[in-house]
């Protein structure tokens, strides 16, 4: 486990009380007038794999980029992941041609 410490003002610990009061997860912090860890009841919740992207999710993701007059840009796109249409993309790249179409 890593630790980091990190100084933080009396109201930004109150209000992490208030949001753990609230049920809010939070990480154990340590207030400033003390030397031992404050932990909280709550566990965190484990991870859920990501489920798989699929071409539909994709198309959902380019479509108001194409109705906003990026057809250039999702075409150069697609081009950059493996074809001249989204199911010539190889299904290892759909991560990646997604966050690209998330940054246009």
């Known amino acids: 486990m890593t630790i980091i410490k990190i100084e933080l003002p009396e109201r930004f610990i109150a209000a992490l009380e208030k949001l753990a009061e609230k049920g809010m997860v939070l990480p154990e912090f340590t207030p400033v007038n003390s030397t031992e860890p404050v932990p ?32 250039e840009e999702v075409k150069a796109l697609i081009k950059k992941y493996g074809g001249g249409k989204l199911t010539d993309v190889p299904k290892d790249q759909y991560p990646a041609l997604l966050k690209d179409a998330e940054m246009l």
């Open 40 to 71: 909280f009841d709550k566990e965190l919740p484990e991870e859920t794999p990501a489920s798989p992207i699929t071409p539909e999710m994709i198309r959902a993701r380019l479509a108001p980029l194409l109705e906003n007059g990026k057809q």
